[in-house]
């Protein structure tokens, strides 16, 4: 039986986070652990599908950081789905990079985002082969979302989040194709306007440009959509 942890130490947002996937998906264990050291032990005991926990555990401000290094020295790639009060824009470039899958800031998200969030992980998750590995002649992007959980981009790490990383496959499978708005839609699953989707790619490029500032291998093509122009 699937088994999920939430790492809270607030009884109620605990409460609601384990409540909502219990709605979502009854069939799944949901274990609830409110501090540092009982989280730590279970982690140890258990084999867990899916950690969904907060960064502040406490008086412990960065006790969930320990917790994704514990997970990490495991070797078992298990998913990890942070959530916390701290700014987003800050935090989530840093949880990417010690692997965690994403990252919601409390207060602006609902249970809908959650949710969707939380499945799309789990689905990732169990994936028996990496799907969206670059295409022969083409090994500048790799896409492998079980082993690496994010991009590589000329043999760097692309921090994104899980939507862009589906909006990022989604161009680079129909590379040369123009991908419209309206495909990409099913991409996005909320938040289904172009407004949205342009946001997403923007995030895309920001994020390459980070590790590569003459990246422009996103076009946008004027009330149709985008397309993937880079070969190399």
Same mark, same amino acid.
């Given at each position: ?11 109620? =947002? %605990? ?11 009854? #069939? ?10 009982s989280a730590e032990a279970a982690l140890r005991r258990e084999r867990y599908d899916l950690v969904v926990l907060d960064i502040e555990l406490g008086r412990e401000r960065n006790?969930? @950081?320990?917790?994704? *290094? &514990?997970?990490?020295? !495991?070797?078992?790639?298990? /998913?990890?789905? @942070?959530? %916390?009060?701290? /700014? ?8 990417? $990079? ?8 409390? =207060? ?16 990732? $998750?169990?994936?028996? &082969? ?9 090994? %500048?992007?790799?896409?492998? /979302? ?9 043999? !760097?790490?692309? *921090? ?12 680079? &499978? ?5 991908? %419209?708005? &309206? #495909?990409?839609?099913?991409? @996005? ?6 407004? *949205? ?22 076009? *946008? ?7 993937? =122009?880079?070969?190399?």
């Open positions: 039986m699937p088994r999920i942890a939430v790492i809270e130490d607030d009884p109620t =947002t %605990s409460a609601q986070l384990a409540g909502w996937i219990r709605a979502a998906r009854p #069939e799944l264990i949901v274990d609830q652990h409110f501090d540092r050291d006790a969930g @950081v320990a917790l994704i *290094n &514990e997970i990490n020295k !495991q070797g078992l790639g298990t /998913p990890v789905l @942070v959530v %916390s009060a701290m /700014p987003a824009a800050i935090y989530r470039s840093i949880m990417k $990079a010690l692997d965690a899958w994403d990252y919601l800031q409390k =207060t602006t998200f609902d249970e809908a985002e959650f949710i969707e969030t939380f499945l799309d992980i789990l689905r990732t $998750a169990r994936l028996r &082969e990496p799907k969206g590995a670059a295409r022969a002649g083409d090994d %500048s992007l790799q896409l492998d /979302p079980l082993k690496q959980r994010s991009a590589m981009w000329r043999g !760097q790490r692309i *921090n994104l989040p899980l939507t862009a990383q589906r909006i990022l496959a989604t161009l680079h &499978e129909r590379a040369g194709e123009v991908v %419209s708005y &309206e #495909e990409l839609f099913d991409v @996005v699953k909320s938040g289904r306007n172009r407004d *949205n989707v342009r946001k997403h790619v923007a995030t895309i490029r920001d994020a390459f440009r980070d590790v590569d500032p003459a990246f422009d291998g996103i076009e *946008n093509i004027p009330m149709r959509g985008f397309r993937w =122009t880079t070969t190399g």
